[in-house]
């Protein structure tokens, strides 16, 4: 199993920019392979250790590795990257691991 999470900080205007980005994000559930899927912003903490500056997280988990790669070459995929990552994201980061 891979599970993949994608975290993105957005530009001003944040509300506006999160909400286009966090309903972009709702396109990737349909990509064949993906599984457990989920969207969601971050809970305000006052923890230190908890890292609540990004605006929408996203997180999938995969069958196996070629089912990674079918989701990342995925037109689907492309497509949010080009309308919804590029003009709303200021930064992203991803991480992926096996279990």
Known sequence: MITHVNI????SPYESNREKLLRGAQTLA???GVENFSTGIPIPSGRGSVDDSFAVGVTMTFLNKATEEHYKN?????EFV???TRPYAKRFVTYTWST
């Open 8 to 11: 993105f900080w957005v530009d």
């Open 82 to 84: 080009r309308k919804f």
């Open 30 to 32: 349909h990509i064949p």
């Open 74 to 78: 995925h037109p689907i995929r492309r």
